[in-house]
């Protein structure tokens, strides 16, 4: 998630492992934090805010590629691997899939597709989910939808009727529950399909 590492972000972690999935999340703010510390050394949200706009896009993969070799050599993994994130992370996870095009699946949740050119790259299957009431993410999902069609691509998106920006994680507003009572079940069943 583009806030970092927060308790919420390591829960998203402990449900992926709960479900039999090998669940790395990464922390992209090591290093960044005061005296060179990590997330948990940022005193406010702000700061973190802050010390992401220092994260360059390459050292950002760096880090992700570095933590998917990780998992790939855990002694259950399998070979396969994906992506899951959520608003800037949504955006990254479909980005590392065209960087990485041997990601077996990626799930983007309130992100945006890459360029076409980098579109023309992917390989694994995309699933996206999305508010309806999220319209600065939520338009860009047409042409997103028209672009990999055309380059014959595997991408799924649903617009969840009533949901707002980051819907997983505030469940308390509009349709969000009911959007999140979908979402998650089906990414867990698309995860399921292209991991084992």
């Known amino acids: 998630g583009a806030t970092g590492q927060s308790d919420w972000q390591l829960a998203v972690g402990d449900e992926l492992a709960r479900q039999g999935f090998i669940a790395i999340s990464p922390d992209l703010h090591s290093g960044f934090g005061p005296r060179g510390g990590n997330y948990d050394s940022f005193d406010f949200p702000d700061d973190v805010a802050k010390a992401s706009a220092l994260i360059s896009n390459d050292e950002s993969n760096r880090r992700y590629i570095a933590a998917r070799n990780y998992g790939l050599k855990l002694p259950r993994a399998n070979g396969k691997t994906a992506t899951i994130g959520f608003c800037g992370g949504g955006t ?8 990485i095009p041997e990601l077996s699946a990626a ?3 309130y992100g945006t597709g ?9 390989k694994a299957p995309v699933l996206g989910m999305y508010g309806e009431i999220d319209s600065r993410i939520t338009s860009t999902v047409d042409p997103t939808t028209a672009a990999m069609k055309k380059l014959g691509k595997s991408y799924e998106p649903h617009i969840y ?4 920006h980051a819907f997983v994680q505030y469940q308390n507003l509009g349709e969000n529950t009911a959007a999140t009572k979908d979402s998650w079940p089906r990414t ?9």
Do not use: N
Request: net charge positive; charged share 25%.
């Open 92 to 99: 990254r996870s479909f980005q590392f899939a065209a960087d």
């Open 107 to 109: 799930v983007v949740y």
């Open 114 to 122: 890459p360029t076409e050119a980098d579109m023309a790259k992917i």
């Open 161 to 164: 009727k009533g949901a707002t």
């Open 188 to 196: 867990i069943a698309f995860l399921k399909e292209h991991l084992r």
